[in-house]
């Protein structure tokens, strides 16, 4: 009996390690960091070049033909702002 919850104590903590990032967020989630509309502005700018970037690198050698239909129209939506 001592040996099976030795080995649950020690899955237990090898599962709390792997996972403590989750965990962290889950029970203390990040407060919104934009103080001002300037960097709200910014900070979404920055999320929408990330994205627009990765839709890119997806297109490869054929240009957009690489592109499902769902990722062509939400290039579209961000080109457009």
Do not use: C
């Amino acid at each position: 009996m001592t040996e099976f919850l030795i080995l649950a104590v020690t899955v237990l903590a090898v599962l709390w390690f792997f996972n403590r990032e989750k965990i962290k967020q889950k029970f203390f989630p990040e407060k919104e960091k934009n103080y001002t509309i300037d960097d709200k502005f910014n900070s979404e700018k920055r999320e929408r070049e990330k994205e627009i970037d990765h839709l890119l690198s997806k297109m490869g050698k054929n240009g957009i033909n690489d592109l499902s239909a769902k990722d062509r129209k939400r290039l579209d939506e961000l080109s457009k702002h």
